[in-house]
């Protein structure tokens, strides 16, 4: 322990973060999130306590904590010698449908966050609830394009709800394994608005931060569901908002999605709702498009 407390005085803030965070992090309180801020309210007086000072080192928690992230092991363990996703390899090769998310309590809820031009300075408001009969998600608010006054932004009007990217033991990041699939199926009902589908990968350079593979989905309202496919080849890569060149086909990394959002931002002020039964997977036999957008030979040879 002793040795631990030494370590964590002599590293920098960022190797911590960094590195000590995903090896310590579960075996530590909550307590040990305020090792990591350095943000003081101006006027306020700093701490007399050091950092390590505020950090519980609850000996009981900490093996409860290590149990379950053993467990957890174990578990995945056991998944990854059976087969891809717990299967084993003659099933995973015959399955053509996965249910990724259904909406049935208040757990499938917090397995998603919600997010708006708050975060910016805009006036947007979004709210995510069950729907009638615990049947669905809703997904709701009012869009606001009404832009900040702080000089620098110069769009708003943005509400959005994304899943959180899946982790294994030990605070590892996993991925989404969706090369077996070939199209996104959705069942929603809609206010007639356009929603664009994010999908989330991770990127290889710091440049790619930012890229997402998006589709616009156009509900048709009413009062009646829609079930919505979507093949991977529609999505294209965005940067930003910014549609870049069309060389990169989704299916190229199909096997690393981290995670998979929906955003409203069509600038139109108003509210509007969007209800999800459930998202799953499809592996549509008929459908051999790899690429659904045309490409273009840049500087061709006469």
């Known amino acids: 322990?002793?040795?631990?407390?030494t370590f964590l005085n002599s590293a920098g803030r960022c190797c911590r973060h960094n590195i000590l965070h995903p090896l310590f992090g579960p075996l530590l309180s909550d307590s040990m999130s305020k090792l990591?801020?350095?943000y003081r309210r101006p006027g306020s007086q700093p701490e007399k306590k050091t950092s390590w000072q505020n950090i519980d080192f609850s000996f009981k928690k900490g093996i409860d904590v290590l149990k379950t992230q053993l467990s957890m092991l174990k578990k995945e363990t056991e998944d990854y010698l059976i087969g891809p996703g717990g299967h084993p390899f003659s099933q995973y090769l015959l399955e053509q449908t996965r249910v990724l998310w259904e909406f049935r309590s208040q757990e499938d809820l917090?397995?998603?966050v919600i997010?708006?031009?708050?975060?910016?300075?805009?006036?947007?408001e979004v709210y995510l609830k069950l729907g009638r009969n615990n049947q669905a998600a809703l997904l709701y608010g009012t869009l606001n394009t009404e832009v900040p006054r702080d000089g620098e932004t110069k769009y708003s009007g943005y509400c959005s709800m994304r899943a959180k990217p899946p982790v294994g033991s030990f605070a590892r990041k996993k991925y989404y394994d969706w090369s077996n699939f070939n199209s996104l199926y959705l069942r929603v009902?809609?206010?007639?608005?356009?929603w664009m589908v994010n999908i989330y990968t991770d990127p290889y350079f710091s440049h790619q931060k930012d890229d997402l593979y998006n589709y616009f989905m156009f509900t048709r309202g009413g009062p009646y569901w829609e079930e919505i496919k979507i093949p991977f080849s529609k999505f294209f890569l965005s940067s930003r908002g910014r549609v870049q060149d069309d060389q990169h086909p989704i299916w190229l990394d199909k096997a690393s999605f981290l995670t998979l959002g929906f955003t409203i931002g069509d600038k139109?002020?108003?509210?509007?709702?969007?209800?999800?039964?459930?998202?799953?997977l499809l592996n549509d036999r008929a459908h051999t498009e790899e690429f659904a957008y045309e490409t273009y030979e840049k500087n061709p040879r006469v």
């Open 115 to 124: 997010s708006s031009d708050v975060e910016i300075g805009g006036k947007s």
């Open 1 to 5: 322990m002793a040795l631990t407390v």
């Open 268 to 280: 139109v002020d108003g509210p509007f709702q969007l209800e999800i039964d459930f998202i799953g």
């Open 189 to 194: 009902r809609g206010d007639g608005r356009p």
């Open 110 to 112: 917090n397995k998603w």
């Open 36 to 38: 990591y801020s350095s």
